[in-house]
């Protein structure tokens, strides 16, 4: 995109790019089986696992199929989780968002907070009409999270991915742009 990466402010967040800096941070969530099994993911072993998700990070921004912003305490600047658009269709005006979050963290709102900040940018800045989010069946959270974002629940999808060596049902929400009042957001 060769552009500044975008930062976004909420209440007590700043979403602001992941940097191999941040490998760490990231780390020591994305190795955490609670954290990671829910998005069909093994946990990171190494740091350098870490690094390849940042890299991942990265790539998508640079090819304009997504954007992933990490979520961090206005307090503390510690990554604590991420929040994006993968498998974005400029053409169709359509993205995936994707979050996770460390457990430290979980029930506080803050995964609320960061995704409707992410779904405001979304329709904001890259004149989205629709955002999905694909859900196992079992992760009852991350269907409430939703939820209460106003997305709606349109079927399953049944053995829609192949991850860990398994095919997994994923639930398919989504938000589309009339469904929202989208007010201004604080960008930098």
């Known amino acids: 995109m060769g552009k500044e990466f975008p930062i976004i402010e ?3 967040l700043i979403l602001r790019e992941v940097t191999a800096e941040d490998a760490n ?3 020591k969530y994305l190795s955490d089986k609670e954290v990671v099994t829910p ?3 093994a946990p990171c072993q190494t740091v350098e696992d870490a690094q390849d998700e940042i890299r991942w990070y990265k790539s998508i921004y640079e090819d304009g199929t997504g954007i992933r ?3 961090t305490l206005k307090d503390s600047g510690e990554v604590i989780g991420s929040c994006g658009f993968l498998n974005m269709l400029t053409k169709h005006h359509r993205a995936e968002v994707g979050y996770e ?3 430290d963290h979980w029930g506080t709102g803050i995964a ?3 995704l409707e900040a992410v779904v405001k940018y979304g329709y904001q800045h890259y004149q989205l009409e629709r955002i999905e989010a694909l859900i196992e069946p079992t992760n009852l959270p991350s269907q409430k999270l939703v939820e209460k974002q106003g997305f709606r629940r349109e079927g399953l999808l049944r053995h829609y991915e192949f991850t860990c060596g398994k095919f997994d049902d994923l ?3 989504s938000i589309i742009k009339a469904d929202l009042n989208i007010d201004y957001i604080d960008t930098k």
């Open 10 to 12: 909420t209440r007590r």
């Open 25 to 27: 941070d990231v780390f």
């Open 39 to 41: 998005m069909g993911l």
């Open 69 to 71: 912003w990490g979520i």
């Open 101 to 103: 979050l460390s457990k």
């Open 112 to 114: 609320s907070e960061a």
């Open 171 to 173: 639930y398919m929400y």
